[in-house]
């Protein structure tokens, strides 16, 4: 059992920045590929960004590529969003979830892939 916790939400302007991290519980963390997703008001939860297990590779959705960096620290169990440049439309409620799932990272793209998720933490960008 894996629990996570997502933090460093809030209000950010047109152009600014938010790093989101979180946290998570339990031995078994390197195991895990870890991905972020995003849900918008009013629409589905939707792939932002992946990361490798020993936190080499990543894989970004095209919304966000060049923006946003992923990265992980398996010795305090953490992975990280940094998120730049941000825009209104990246306006949404952002979870992290581990996966044990042992695929290319281009195909964690989709949420059933996924075994445990945190509760979220809002993001507003304001224009």
């Known amino acids: 059992q894996v629990q996570l916790v997502e933090s460093g939400g809030g209000l950010v302007q047109l152009g600014g920045s938010l790093r989101l991290s979180c946290a998570a519980s339990?031995?078994?963390?390197?195991?895990?590929?870890m991905g972020w997703f995003r849900q918008a008001p009013g629409k589905g939860r939707e792939f932002v960004a992946v990361?490798?297990?020993?936190?080499?590779?990543?894989v970004y959705a095209d919304s966000v590529q060049g923006r946003f960096t992923i990265s992980r620290d398996n010795a305090e169990n953490t992975v990280n969003l940094q998120m730049n440049s941000l825009k209104p439309e990246d306006t949404a409620i952002y979870y992290c979830?581990?996966?044990?799932?042992?695929?290319?990272?281009?195909?964690?793209?989709?949420?059933?892939?996924?075994?445990?998720w945190g509760r979220g933490t809002q993001v507003t960008v304001s224009s």
């Open positions: 979830a581990a996966t044990s799932r042992r695929e290319g990272l281009a195909r964690l793209r989709e949420l059933p892939k996924y075994d445990y």
């Open positions: 339990g031995p078994t963390f390197s195991t895990y590929a």
């Open positions: 990361i490798s297990r020993g936190g080499t590779t990543a």
